[in-house]
């Protein structure tokens, strides 16, 4: 009697919608895995793309970072080192320890002009950037020199004027250069005075070389304020950064670029963005960043002012990768939904559906996020969107008429998608309210589910005709 009773049993589990429930999450969790896969593609186009970004920047000029100018002065400090033994009694021993001198710049003002323009690798594209860097301002070392201690002396003859910078290949030539009312006669290489060493928090994207120009000091010697000019025709790729290091720092950047991002240590005092570009000064004092205003560099010592770096970012104000890897974070989201829609229409129309429906259903909506990838890489991304969507919506629509026996019915499926599609986009182009549309639809769908199933029987038809 027992085995007789068992199948009617599952039968009527089967038959029940918390079996299907069940089911749906099955699949669901089944479905994550071509979401992961395409999750993965996803972010290994956008690493190719790095790479096509990469490799055009490197045979244009890396990311411009650039610091300085400051003062560089070879020293020397002596020491009397004394050391007693029985055997030999009292020894002195002489001491040198090689040093350099950093002197920073009483006043600095950077002014960059830049034209922009976009190259392409294949379907890979990366903003570029040429114009002229003018570096001016003055030095005063008479406090640094009197700084220093009786056992401590410097060569002053050998002072060299050195601009870090993040690629030597940038650099396309020097207009004009001048320390007082001599010419300075610049050479490639910043002497191992980094300033940075990786362009700032994520900024850069490798570690800095030897980059920059220096020159030798001529009449250094003489010594009091000494007037500054440098002005260095230069490209470069992505973004600009530069380094507050003088006693007070003034920084304007300009270009024609339309959608500039302002990022790093400071934002600019001034600022003016428009469809013809954007133009951004800043004004800084060395008050408001720790970075001395002279210092002794010893062998074996670094110093990177990476935190104070700040700049503008060349930003494009869609970026294809970035959007598709949020579109894929809420996958899952808008997977559940026309399931629940489907689930939804099979109880009304009282129309069982196998559970193979609701898995193609399921794989449709993740070729959505498939479709959206391929076309954004060569379309406008809105464009690619309305596609994708219109492909898939249009496809569940008519395959819900070939499932439910009223092809009315069929119709609120497309509304259903139409509507999560809406609601996504809103989600990728809203980022500071992304996280309360979300939050609110998903409470709108739960409480509409709710509402729709208040009274339903979960065991079943049976269950509820034997209540």
Same mark, same amino acid.
């Given at each position: 009697? +027992?085995?007789?009773?068992?199948?009617?049993? /599952?039968?009527?589990?089967?038959?029940?919608?918390?079996?299907?429930?069940?089911? =749906?999450?099955?699949?669901? =969790?089944?479905?994550?895995?071509?979401?992961?896969?395409?999750?993965?593609?996803?972010? @290994?186009?956008?690493?190719?793309?790095?790479?096509?970004?990469?490799?055009?920047?490197?045979?244009?000029?890396?990311?411009?970072?650039?610091?300085?100018?400051?003062?560089?002065?070879?020293?020397?400090?002596?020491?009397?080192?004394?050391?007693?033994s029985e055997k030999e009694g009292e020894k002195v021993e002489i001491?040198k320890t090689p040093f350099t001198l950093v002197i920073s710049p009483?006043?600095?003002?950077? +002014? *960059?002009?830049?034209?922009?323009?976009?190259?392409?690798?294949?379907?890979?594209?990366? $903003?570029?950037?040429?114009?002229? #860097?003018?570096?001016?301002?003055?030095?005063?070392?008479?406090?640094?020199?009197?700084?220093?201690?009786?056992?401590?002396?410097?060569?002053?003859?050998?002072?060299?004027?050195?601009?870090?910078?993040? *690629?030597?290949?940038?650099?396309?030539?020097?207009?004009?250069?001048?320390?007082?009312? &001599?010419?300075?006669?610049?050479?490639?290489?910043?002497?191992?005075?980094?300033? /940075?060493?990786?362009?700032?928090?994520?900024?850069?994207?490798?570690?800095?070389? *030897?980059?920059?120009?220096?020159?030798?000091?001529?009449?250094?010697?003489?010594?009091?304020?000494?007037?500054?000019?440098?002005?260095?025709?230069?490209?470069?790729?992505? !973004?600009?950064?530069?380094?507050?290091?003088?006693? +007070?720092?003034?920084?304007?950047?300009?270009?024609?670029?339309?959608?500039?991002?302002?990022?790093?240590?400071?934002?600019?005092?001034?600022?003016?963005?428009?469809?013809?570009?954007?133009?951004?000064?800043?004004?800084?004092?060395?008050?408001?960043? +720790?970075?001395?205003?002279?210092?002794?560099?010893? &062998?074996? &010592?670094?110093?990177?002012?990476?935190?104070?770096?700040?700049?503008?970012?060349?930003?494009?104000?869609?970026?294809?990768?970035?959007?598709?890897?949020?579109?894929?974070?809420?996958?899952?989201?808008?997977?559940?939904?026309?399931? #629940?829609?489907?689930?939804?229409?099979?109880?009304?129309?009282?129309?069982?559906?196998? $559970?193979? $429906?609701?898995?193609?259903?399921?794989?449709?909506? %993740?070729? /959505?996020? #498939? !479709?959206?990838?391929?076309?954004?890489?060569?379309?406008?991304?809105?464009a690619a969107y309305l596609i994708a969507a219109l492909a898939v919506?249009?496809?569940?629509?008519?395959?819900?008429?070939?499932?439910?026996?009223?092809?009315?019915?069929?119709?609120?499926?497309?509304?259903?998608?139409?509507?999560?599609?809406?609601?996504?986009?809103?989600?990728?182009?809203?980022?500071?309210? %992304?996280?309360?549309?979300?939050?609110?639809?998903?409470? /709108?769908?739960? %409480?509409?589910?709710?509402?729709?199933?208040?009274?339903? @029987?979960?065991?079943?038809?049976? @269950?509820?005709?034997?209540?």
């Amino acid at each position: 009697m +027992d085995n007789n009773a068992k199948p009617p049993i /599952f039968k009527k589990f089967t038959r029940g919608y918390t079996f299907k429930v069940l089911m =749906l999450i099955v699949l669901v =969790l089944l479905l994550l895995i071509p979401l992961s896969m395409i999750r993965s593609l996803v972010n @290994e186009r956008g690493r190719t793309a790095a790479e096509a970004e990469s490799d055009i920047m490197e045979a244009w000029g890396k990311e411009l970072i650039a610091a300085g100018p400051i003062i560089t002065i070879p020293g020397v400090k002596t020491q009397e080192i004394i050391t007693r033994s029985e055997k030999e009694g009292e020894k002195v021993e002489i001491v040198k320890t090689p040093f350099t001198l950093v002197i920073s710049p009483r006043r600095l003002n950077i +002014d *960059g002009v830049f034209k922009t323009e976009v190259r392409r690798r294949g379907i890979f594209s990366v $903003p570029l950037f040429s114009g002229t #860097l003018v570096l001016s301002g003055s030095f005063d070392p008479s406090a640094a020199l009197a700084g220093l201690l009786p056992q401590e002396a410097v060569a002053s003859g050998q002072a060299e004027l050195v601009i870090a910078l993040s *690629g030597q290949k940038g650099i396309r030539k020097i207009n004009a250069a001048s320390w007082g009312n &001599d010419e300075l006669f610049f050479q490639p290489g910043n002497r191992e005075h980094n300033l /940075f060493l990786s362009g700032g928090r994520g900024y850069g994207t490798q570690r800095v070389g *030897g980059g920059g120009i220096s020159a030798v000091l001529s009449r250094f010697e003489e010594g009091g304020e000494t007037d500054f000019t440098i002005s260095i025709e230069i490209q470069g790729g992505r !973004l600009i950064r530069v380094l507050p290091i003088a006693q +007070d720092t003034h920084v304007g950047i300009a270009s024609d670029w339309p959608s500039p991002s302002f990022q790093g240590a400071f934002l600019p005092s001034e600022s003016t963005v428009g469809e013809a570009g954007f133009s951004a000064s800043w004004d800084i004092s060395y008050l408001s960043r +720790d970075i001395p205003l002279f210092l002794k560099k010893y &062998d074996g &010592d670094n110093y990177g002012y990476d935190e104070s770096l700040f700049g503008v970012d060349f930003f494009r104000s869609i970026d294809t990768y970035f959007l598709n890897t949020r579109a894929v974070k809420y996958a899952v989201l808008f997977l559940i939904v026309p399931f #629940l829609t489907l689930f939804l229409l099979e109880i009304f129309t009282k129309r069982r559906i196998h $559970p193979v $429906p609701y898995l193609l259903s399921g794989i449709g909506n %993740a070729v /959505f996020y #498939l !479709l959206l990838l391929s076309l954004s890489e060569q379309i406008p991304f809105y464009a690619a969107y309305l596609i994708a969507a219109l492909a898939v919506t249009i496809l569940l629509t008519l395959y819900s008429r070939s499932l439910l026996p009223s092809r009315g019915k069929s119709w609120y499926m497309g509304l259903v998608v139409t509507l999560s599609y809406v609601l996504l986009y809103a989600v990728l182009n809203a980022e500071s309210y %992304a996280l309360l549309i979300g939050s609110v639809g998903t409470f /709108f769908v739960i %409480a509409l589910v709710m509402f729709l199933t208040r009274r339903l @029987e979960w065991y079943g038809e049976d @269950e509820q005709e034997k209540g």
